[in-house]
């Protein structure tokens, strides 16, 4: 069946560190890829995006490769900051699947 | 991208009884979906809104325990029934959009209800 890996959390790291969360998927189709956050209590905001093989979504600083060889799709930043602070869910989405990671919390240390 | 508004944003109910969110969109949309955000989880999908017909419920889910409408292409409910304890979660509305005729898989989210059930 279709699901999502995601790296477990939580993620504390100190403010200027590199931040890597890993996410891998099986899904029926071709999926568009989503990374999504969730600021503490707030809703579900759109950090960026990926429809299609070897694309690069980026936002705010944060990137992620669509890899459909290896079917990942891991978040990057250079360096974080305290208000990146927020839990970051993976999400491949296609006509079938609505299906989201489980999320990775992140706390930023100043 | 759409405007999602939710009410209500947070509740406290009593054990047995049923509360209904209200989910009003910006725009016309095709796809209305609810999830359920349980304590410190990720998201699972309970049904699709369907406009003028019954909603596809999730594997797990069923209408007698959470009756949805759609009456119209901006505008759904979630009707929690009967609720427990375990009820206790975020409950989150959210629409996927058509782009010049072409379905980007987005979805964009309503700031979620918090129910709190004693």
């Known amino acids: 069946g279709n699901s999502v890996t995601q790296m477990e959390g939580p993620v504390t790291l100190s403010e200027e560190a590199f931040l890597t969360i890993n996410c891998t998927y099986t899904?029926?189709?071709?999926?568009?890829l989503f990374w999504y956050v969730q600021y503490p209590g707030e809703g579900l905001q759109l950090l960026l995006k990926a429809t299609k093989a070897d694309d690069k979504g980026s936002n705010k600083g944060f990137e992620a490769t669509y890899r459909k060889e290896t079917t990942s799709f891991h978040l990057e930043k250079g360096s974080v900051q305290v208000s990146d602070s927020a839990v970051y869910f993976c999400a491949p989405i296609s006509s079938v699947t609505l299906i989201f990671g489980k999320g990775t919390k992140l706390s930023v240390k100043p | 991208s759409a405007v999602i508004s939710q009410k209500p944003s947070r509740d406290i109910c009593q054990r047995g009884t049923s509360l209904t969110i209200q989910c009003q969109v910006d725009s016309q949309v095709t796809m209305m979906f609810w999830y359920r955000q349980q304590p410190g989880q990720s998201l699972t999908l309970i049904a699709t809104?369907?406009?003028?017909?019954?909603?596809?419920?999730e594997s797990g889910f069923v209408i007698d325990k959470f009756p949805i409408s759609r009456p119209n292409l901006t505008f759904s409910t979630l009707t929690v029934s009967n609720m427990s304890p375990e009820d206790s979660s975020i409950y989150l509305c959210?629409?996927?959009?058509?782009?010049?005729?072409?379905?980007?898989?987005?979805?964009?989210f309503g700031e979620g209800s918090r129910l709190t059930v004693l």
């Open positions: 809104a369907n406009q003028g017909s019954e909603a596809t419920y």
């Open positions: 959210s629409v996927r959009l058509l782009r010049q005729g072409s379905d980007t898989g987005e979805l964009f």
């Open positions: 899904a029926t189709g071709y999926p568009s």
